[in-house]
């Protein structure tokens, strides 16, 4: 628990969760969308607005012109052929397709519709980002230091320069020399678990926004390039990496909305203090897991908030290539799902832990596949 978190009187859990960070550098805020006010009946409680912070606010536009590139990543000077007998990158990838298949069911049933290196390639991802998760949230996250988080930055450069740690490290090295992966997004990552050590509050939405960059954001960004962009694309890919973005922002507060309850076990609150004061709620309120009137209101706002970036989101995922589009609107389709099962709680997210059953999961695959073969408009 970091040193600004209050304890409280329950007995500590053990449980994986959402990570909290902040920004490294200012951000600014781009655009302010109102929601019109919701009402108990017996109150009515002020609107709260939807930011949209861009990858130009977050000075990250240079990551779009460098993974927009069709060939290596390396200028012909730097190439470096990587020295992996192909029988053991087989067997990396192998390891990485398994934790994917265990650990992501659905969005690896998703994966197996995109080309071979493509698969490779998102399942080589997603390991390094669970492995960055556990760091933090893992079982042997007691040991977490930020000397431990300092090598693992230094694994990643390595791993980028082509001299990779261990196996699962070199399935990442490989995707590396064949994608135009950026290592921003995967140093953001590194930075948000820094700032897991040592935040547990956020002041406001745009603190939260930007939480959510680091450890959601950051993912889309590394996929555009595996997942590719349709040829035939009629907006910019500014606009596609913009919308991937997004999907991380609706996925992460989807996560804190899911688990408030667990969070509070820890004494950590991922929701913005200032919202919670103008519904008349303090940590407090969380804590007791007691769901008032004015919790119901409060949380129909928030999730109201996810489900617009959720919208954001959409056109993008339209243009990536076909053969990818699958697993991403599976994704977004079930966390969707998880609100609707938070609302169908009464939004009680304080004791119960909403979740989309595994009948849920796959009768919204076809309806993913539909939207996913279906040709943008």
């Not at 109150?43 to 290596?72: A, C, G, M, N, Y």
């Not at 135009?180 to 953001?188: E, G, S």
């Not at 009680?348 to 832990?353: E, G, H, P, S, V």
Request: with cysteine; hydrophobic share 40%.
């Amino acid at each position: 628990m970091c040193s600004t978190c209050s304890p409280i009187p329950k007995p500590f859990h053990t449980v994986i969760i959402g990570r909290p960070w902040t920004r490294k550098s200012g951000a600014l805020v781009r655009a302010q969308v109102p929601v019109a006010p919701k009402s108990s009946g017996l109150h009515t409680f002020p609107e709260l607005s939807k930011q949209v912070i861009s990858l130009t606010d977050l000075q990250l536009v240079e990551i779009v012109k460098k993974q927009s590139r069709t060939s290596s990543p390396f200028p012909e000077s730097e190439h470096r052929k990587l020295q992996f007998h192909p029988l053991f990158l087989d067997e990396a990838y192998e390891r990485c397709r398994n934790l994917c298949a265990e650990y992501a069911k659905t969005f690896y049933l998703g994966t197996l519709l995109m080309t071979e290196e493509r698969q490779k390639a998102i399942w080589a991802i997603y390991v390094w980002c669970r492995r960055t998760d556990e760091l933090v949230d893992g079982p042997n996250a007691t040991y977490m230091s930020s000397t431990v988080l300092d090598r693992w930055e230094e694994r990643l450069q390595d791993l980028f320069d082509g001299r990779p740690y261990d196996m699962l490290d070199a399935a990442l090295a490989d995707t590396v020399f064949k994608f135009p992966l950026d290592i921003t997004p995967f140093r953001d990552m590194i930075e948000g678990m820094r700032m897991d050590t040592r935040k547990c509050r956020y002041e406001n939405f745009q603190e939260l926004y930007l939480y959510c960059y680091y450890v959601a954001g950051t993912v889309g960004l590394m996929s555009v390039p595996v997942m590719g962009i349709a040829a035939d694309s009629s907006i910019s890919n500014q606009s596609i990496y913009n919308a991937a973005l997004y999907l991380g922002i609706g996925n992460q507060l989807t996560n804190i909305l899911r688990d408030v309850g667990e969070d509070a076990l820890r004494g950590r609150v991922y929701l913005p203090q200032d919202e919670l004061a103008q519904f008349g709620l303090t940590d407090e309120d969380v804590f007791s897991r007691k769901v008032t009137d004015r919790w119901r209101e409060f949380m129909k706002q928030q999730i109201t908030r996810a489900r617009f970036y959720f919208n954001m989101a959409e056109e993008g995922v339209s243009r990536l290539s076909k053969a990818s589009r699958w697993p991403v609107w599976s994704s977004l389709m079930i966390y969707r799902k998880i609100l609707d099962e938070i609302e169908a709680n009464d939004y009680d997210n304080l004791t119960k832990r909403a979740y989309v059953g595994r009948t849920k999961k796959l009768l919204t695959l076809p309806l993913a596949y539909s939207r996913a073969i279906s040709v943008p408009t």
